[in-house]
């Protein structure tokens, strides 16, 4: 019989990112419970007690400001797990005060998690909730394994489309600065679907004439989109129109803030 092996990655993706037990994973690699729980054990993989967390379960289930902002950082960076009602937010560790806004939207209390991911410190939040993840589905089209499938929340009154396109930004945007001191606006993902939307939406509400494309990024499995140049101002202040400290992430929000003193 030839002698199954389980890395440490793999195991460790089902056991704790995955959340699954062990007696599911053993019987995906058709070995015994006890075979998981040795290997859990050598490769010092621990899975924290479940403890319940209050939570605002209706946060998502009207469209408002902060529920618009955190369904689209969520939608760039946070995992719905498809095995359970879990909803998973991990981000660098400097970012810490941005999970803290998360847990103040929810009305959750403040304690999260760390880990730590190829030599670098990371924090994170669980929450785990029924209503909170079919309103996630239902209203914002957030769904499990979204990476490459995400698309357009068009559930979202057109007033509030830049909230939850300044999360996705907080999540899986930049803003850059060339060589030549002009200011990018940077996006990613995986769905080609959610960029065209995003583009549609800047290029209407802000009137640009700049004309940009969403593109696959080449050698790599993710497209983008970037605007720089002399539209600018009325991109930058579109996306920040309305917001408040709750709903913006510090160091990319100061970022504009220093380009509009430029």
């Known amino acids: 019989m030839t002698k199954i ?23 995906q690699y058709d070995v015994s419970k006890a075979t998981i729980g040795r290997l859990v054990k050598k490769y010092g993989i621990v899975k924290l007690p479940y403890v319940k967390h209050f939570v605002d379960e209706m946060a998502f289930n009207i469209f408002t400001l902060e529920s618009c902002y955190w369904a689209g950082f969520i939608a760039a ?19 810490k005060d941005h999970i803290l806004k998360f847990c103040n939207f929810l009305k959750r209390d403040d304690k999260l998690f760390e880990e730590t991911c190829d030599g670098h410190k990371q924090i994170g939040v669980f929450v785990c909730n029924k209503n909170i993840k079919n309103d996630l589905i239902n209203n914002f089209n957030i769904t499990p394994a979204k990476s490459f499938t995400l698309q ?5 009154p057109d007033a509030l489309i830049q909230h939850y396109i300044r ?22 993902s995986g769905s080609k679907n959610i960029l065209d939307w995003i583009k549609n939406n800047i290029d209407i509400k802000t009137k640009t004439d700049h004309i940009v494309s969403v593109r696959r990024r080449s050698g790599k499995n993710f497209y983008e989109i970037e605007y720089s140049g002399k539209n600018m101002n009325n991109i930058f202040n579109w996306l920040y129109k309305d917001s408040i400290q709750e709903t913006r992430l510090d160091r990319k ?3 504009y803030q220093n380009y509009l003193q430029k």
């Open 152 to 156: 357009p929340p068009n559930k979202i």
């Open 5 to 27: 092996q389980i890395n440490k990655n793999d195991l460790y993706d089902l056991y704790i990112s995955k959340n699954h037990t062990a007696e599911y994973i053993s019987q």
């Open 167 to 188: 999360g996705y930004f907080d999540g899986d945007g930049s803003i850059g600065i060339r060589k030549n001191g002009s200011v990018r606006l940077h996006f990613v």
């Open 253 to 255: 929000y100061e970022r």
């Open 77 to 95: 960076d946070g995992n719905l797990l498809k095995t359970s009602n879990l909803l998973k937010i991990k981000l660098k560790y400097d970012d």
